[in-house]
């Protein structure tokens, strides 16, 4: 058997590729561009254990009965301008920074791909800032994680709800130095797709922000600025990027049957 789970429950978390002991399993490009899990045969030792954690084959979609929502926002207008929603990430982060603590989020790299990274500095937390809106690569986050864990390091971790649902799996235990955000998630495109919508400007980037709110958020724009001093800004309902990803045409086939999308998820905090 090659495969981790049917591929298209895969939600391409990469937990696998971190849990197997051999380092038999890679994420690679698939289907429209998305990632998957490649099994080496030759490294395989059939132990299982990337099946077994998978939270594709393991999570239950149920309901649990919310009794209280507290919902809030950050009260400095600059941080909620910068954020995707109300800001609230950053002020999270701050906190665990200043008790010496490490944030996982997601930032762009320097090709436009969003990948996980951690950050132990108030002054890189802007670097997580805003939505990217295309699958974030995980890498080998998921142990970086237990490794920090397990030396007692306090860490936030901020990530889709099945990136949340994927480092539980991995951690197998409950750590009490770790605090988890799920955010509240449409789905994922690919980042072929975006490579794709970027190329067509025929421009070297300096900058992409795919829910700017300058100079109003009731809609925000796409902005992307390019090095030679020039930018691209419209309306999010005008940019193709953004529409085909707001009616769901470019996302993952795992989400369009998302077994987070109710109110048993994973994150401490939404
Ligand atoms: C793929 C995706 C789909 C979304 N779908 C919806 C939706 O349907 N409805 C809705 O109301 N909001 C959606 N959001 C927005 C999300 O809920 C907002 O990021 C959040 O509400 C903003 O929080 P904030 O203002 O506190 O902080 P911000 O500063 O905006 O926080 C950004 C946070 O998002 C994380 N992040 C950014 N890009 C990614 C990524 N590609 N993968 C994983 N984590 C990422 C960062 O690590 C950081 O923690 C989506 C975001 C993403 C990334």
Not at 70 to 82: G, L
Not at 138 to 161: A, H, M, Q, R, V
Request: aromatic content about 10%.
């Amino acid at each position: 058997m090659n495969l981790v789970c049917e591929l298209e429950k895969c939600t391409g978390c990469g937990m696998c590729s971190n849990v197997c002991p051999k380092n038999a399993i890679e994420m690679s490009e698939g289907e429209r561009g998305f990632v998957y899990p490649k099994i080496d045969k030759n490294l395989c030792i059939e132990c299982n254990l990337c099946r077994n954690k998978c939270p594709s084959n393991v999570f239950q979609a149920t309901e649990t009965n919310v009794k209280k929502v507290y919902v809030s926002w950050n009260k400095d207008k600059k941080i909620r301008k910068n954020s995707s929603s109300g800001g609230i990430f950053t002020e999270i982060a701050k906190k665990i920074i200043e008790q010496g603590g490490v944030v996982c989020g997601v930032a762009w790299n320097e090709e436009f791909h969003p990948h996980h990274i951690l950050v132990n500095r108030t002054k890189d937390i802007s670097k997580l800032q805003g939505s990217k809106y295309s699958q974030s690569i995980t890498g080998d986050i998921y142990k970086l994680i237990k490794e920090k864990l397990d030396k007692g390091i306090l860490i936030l971790f901020s990530g889709t709800p099945c990136q949340n649902a994927a480092l539980k799996s991995f951690l197998g235990k409950n750590y009490q130095n770790l605090y988890s955000i799920d955010l509240v998630c449409h789905g994922v495109p690919s980042n072929k797709m975006l490579d794709n919508y970027l190329f067509l400007f025929e421009k070297d980037i300096q900058n992409v922000r795919l829910r700017h709110k300058d100079p109003f958020w009731d809609y925000s724009f796409v902005r992307i600025d390019f090095k030679d001093g020039t930018k691209y800004q419209k309306l999010t309902i005008e940019d193709d990027y953004f529409n085909l990803f707001n009616v769901g045409f470019t996302l993952r086939n795992s989400c369009h049957n998302c077994q987070y999308a109710n109110t048993n998820r994973k994150g401490d905090i939404r």
